[in-house]
T-cell receptor, first 112, second 117 residues
């Protein structure tokens, strides 16, 4: 069963902490994405990667960075967590020639 | 131009009724219009998708209606069931993402559907 796995379902972090969210896919997909989901705002793209070591900003990159050292793994980093980064974070992947995305189950992050 | 606007934000339907969710877009270069279904505690999953060369696509109880001239598309759920209760997202993109060219999915705001028994 192919899938996208996010390492944590729930995380609680303190303001100012450096936070790492990990995502691994087993479908050999070239593209990987990080979205945040907030009620009434839908899914907003934070960063995406179209190849190993390649990364591009999405619509809301401020306060975030990413790392993609291996094809199957895409990490989202909150350099200094703030309360306005409390949200559901979703990782997704897609093959280079396909339109559809496969999503992970999400990480609900609370920053206190 | 990159926005996809979805309505309503929430919807309550009786079992057996028809659920209708609407989306509108501005970018005429969009060529792929999927709907995703998300159950609580899960990530969104592709439900059904349409390309602009057809006006309707049906898969079981789920139908996408597409109006290219109006730049609108909608999801119809016939004979709605309590198990259909979920959040639904429309989306649009301009081509697949190939290297750094082409589109990324732009999502609507989501509709929380509740089907009452």
């Amino acid at each position: 069963d192919v899938k996208v796995t996010q390492s944590s379902r729930y995380l609680v972090k303190r303001t100012g902490e450096k936070v790492f969210l990990e995502c691994v896919q087993d479908m050999d997909h070239e593209n990987m994405f990080w979205y945040r989901q907030d009620p009434g705002l839908g899914l907003r793209l934070i960063y995406f990667s179209y190849d190993v070591k390649m990364k591009e900003k999405g619509d809301i990159p401020e306060g975030y960075s990413v790392s993609r050292e291996k094809k199957e793994r895409f990490s989202l980093i909150l350099e200094s967590a703030s309360t306005n980064q409390t949200s559901m974070y979703l990782c997704a992947s897609s093959a280079r020639v396909n339109y559809g995305y496969t999503f992970g189950s999400g990480t609900r992050l609370t920053v206190v | 131009q990159q926005q996809v606007k979805q309505s309503p934000q929430s919807l309550i339907v009786q079992k057996g009724g028809i659920s209708i969710i609407n989306c509108a877009y501005e970018n005429t270069a969009f060529d792929y219009f999927p709907w995703y279904q998300q159950f609580p505690g899960k990530g969104p999953a592709l439900l059904i998708a349409i390309r602009p060369d057809v006006s309707e696509k049906k898969e079981g109880r789920f139908t996408i209606s597409f109006n290219k001239s109006a730049k609108q598309f909608s999801l119809h759920i016939m004979d709605s069931q309590p198990g259909d209760s979920a959040t639904y997202f429309c989306a649009a993109s301009r081509g697949p993402l190939i290297y750094n060219q082409g589109g990324k999915l732009i999502f609507g705001q989501g509709t929380e559907l509740s089907v009452k028994p």
